[in-house]
Each structure stands twice: as C-alpha cells, then as structure tokens.
C-alpha cells in the first residue's frame, strides 16, 4: 500500500488553564491513495484536530504528518478542506465560486468557464450557475462547495461532516453524489462523520476513535462491495458491520451522554 498520508506518532496538546489537554495521543495512520477513509466517533474525541493537521492549520505536539512523504510544515494547498458550514462567498455566483480556486492558479479564462461548467454538471447544478448561494438550498450549497475543493484539484479532500447541517434526504442524494464522484475521479478522502450509517454507506475503511484523549480504538475494513450506492443501507451486510461499529462505540457514547447530563444537571 502507499501511502498519500500519514500520522506518525502524533500527539497533539492545548493549552488549558492550569496545564494543558491531550487532544490526540500518540495516532499512527497510513492513509492510502485513493482510500476514502472515514474517521467516526464521538463529539470531542478530536477528529476536527486530526483533519486540521493533514490540512496543516496546526502542528502536532509531537509527531509528524506526512503527505506522500514529505512532513507537512504549513498550511499544505494540496489538502483540500470542505467544513460543515458551506463557506462560499455570498458574492459571487455558483460559476465564480468555483472558477475561485483556477484564478488563484491563473488558470486562463476559457478554460476556468470549462472546467466549472464541467464540475457544474457533474453535481448536478445545471442551470445554477448565474445564482448566487443566497438563493440555494443548503444540499445545493455543499454541492457547489464539493465543486469548487474540485476545481482547486487537490490531492487529497479532506472532509469536516460536511452534510451534517442536511436534511437526511439531502444527505442521502449526497453521499450517492459523493461516492460517484470518488469513484470516478479516484480521489483520496478522508472524511469524518459522528452517523455510522453515514460512515458504512462511503468508507473503505473506517477508522473508529475513542477520546480523551483521542486514540485509535479500530480500524474496520469494510467489505461491502463497490460500485456503492445508498441503497446497501438494506443489505444484511451492511446491517452486520453497522452492529460491530456500535458495539465498538457504544460504551463511549454512553460516557458521553452520562457527562453531557451531569454537566447539563450540575
Ligand atoms: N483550539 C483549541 N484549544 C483548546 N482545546 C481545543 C481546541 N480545539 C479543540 N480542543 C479540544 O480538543 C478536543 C478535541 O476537539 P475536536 O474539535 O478535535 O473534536 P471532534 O472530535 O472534532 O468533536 P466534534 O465531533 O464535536 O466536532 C476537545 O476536548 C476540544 O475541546
Ligand atoms: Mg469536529
């Protein structure tokens, strides 16, 4: 396997009052190239801290994160970041927001128009492209979002719950749109998820987190067969691989909810 990503050993801390938080502690990870690799587990067991590094907005502690390689020493443009909030600019159109990423490469303008078009049409917004993301839904936003970490080219897309903020049939088009797109262009992602079904229905491995601080608890290797579609979500498969993933979180997201409570009471 080679790996496009990788953790070695990383440790990452904050700064608390009194001393400080290990968010990350000690997570080895090969990512290969053209994985879609989800990360699942429970609110605050740092996720968003790994994803941050492989897209270098901060350093590890101690450790090192390496893309095709190299150590990734600032933010690395070749990791392509698409949040949960939809982030686009509200002044410009879906067309210009795309062609965004080419004109900072000062891609010329023929061929920004045609590749925009290209990404317009390949998640389904024909027709779209003079409006502006004030005037879409938010599935049609993330959509345009996706396009335009397309159109930037990046190796490697990394994911923060993108589809989180969805109404759960948007969220199903989109994971449909998202596992075609992975296929098709063969991009590595690494994407992170709290929704299981969510993490079955996209990963070829799904990597399962436990907190405090945040280790790998399981790699699952998921043996469900692509080309993939939403429709698995019926197969005795899928219902087999979604009871072993609770049985690895279960006990986790137990603690969770029991803290939540006695914060909420106290
Ligand atoms: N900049 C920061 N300063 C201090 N502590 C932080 C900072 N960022 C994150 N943390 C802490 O690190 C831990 C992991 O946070 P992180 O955001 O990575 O979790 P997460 O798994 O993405 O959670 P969620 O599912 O809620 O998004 C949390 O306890 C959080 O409070
Ligand atoms: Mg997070």
Redesign the pocket.
């Known amino acids: 396997m080679s790996a496009i990503l990788t953790a070695e050993h990383v440790t990452k801390s904050?700064?608390?009052p009194g001393g400080e938080?290990v968010?990350?502690r000690n997570l080895s990870l090969d990512i290969a190239e053209g994985e879609f690799l989800c990360l699942l587990?429970?609110?605050?067991?740092?996720?968003?801290?790994?994803?941050?590094m492989f897209a270098g907005f901060?350093a590890p502690t101690t450790g090192r994160v390496l893309l095709q390689g190299r150590p990734i020493t600032g933010i690395e443009p070749r990791c392509g970041m698409v949040f949960q909030s939809y982030a686009l600019f509200p002044w410009k159109t879906v067309q210009e927001n795309i062609e965004f990423p080419l004109r900072m490469r000062d891609v010329p303008r023929s061929e920004r128009r045609a590749i925009a078009s290209s990404l317009i049409e390949m998640v389904h917004l024909d027709g779209f492209a003079d409006r502006y993301p004030g005037e879409l839904s938010g599935g049609m936003q993330q959509r345009v979002t996706l396009a335009r970490c397309l159109a930037a080219d990046p190796l490697v897309m990394l994911m923060?719950?993108p589809f989180a903020a969805l109404d759960a049939m948007t969220r199903q088009v989109m994971q449909d749109e998202l596992l075609r797109i992975q296929e098709r262009s063969g991009k590595t992602i690494v994407f992170?998820t709290?929704n299981i079904d969510e993490a079955i229905i996209l990963g070829h491995r799904i990597v399962v987190?436990s907190?405090?601080p945040?280790r790998i608890r399981t790699i699952v290797e998921n043996p469900l067969p692509r080309p993939r579609h939403v429709g698995v979500q019926t197969s005795h498969a899928f219902a087999d691989l979604k009871a072993e993933l609770w049985a690895q979180i279960e006990e986790e997201v137990m603690q969770h909810v029991a803290a939540s409570r006695l914060a909420e009471h106290a």
């Open positions: 904050y700064p608390v938080m968010a990350i587990g429970a609110s605050g067991c740092g996720k968003s801290t790994m994803l941050n901060t923060d719950e992170i709290h987190m907190a405090r945040g």
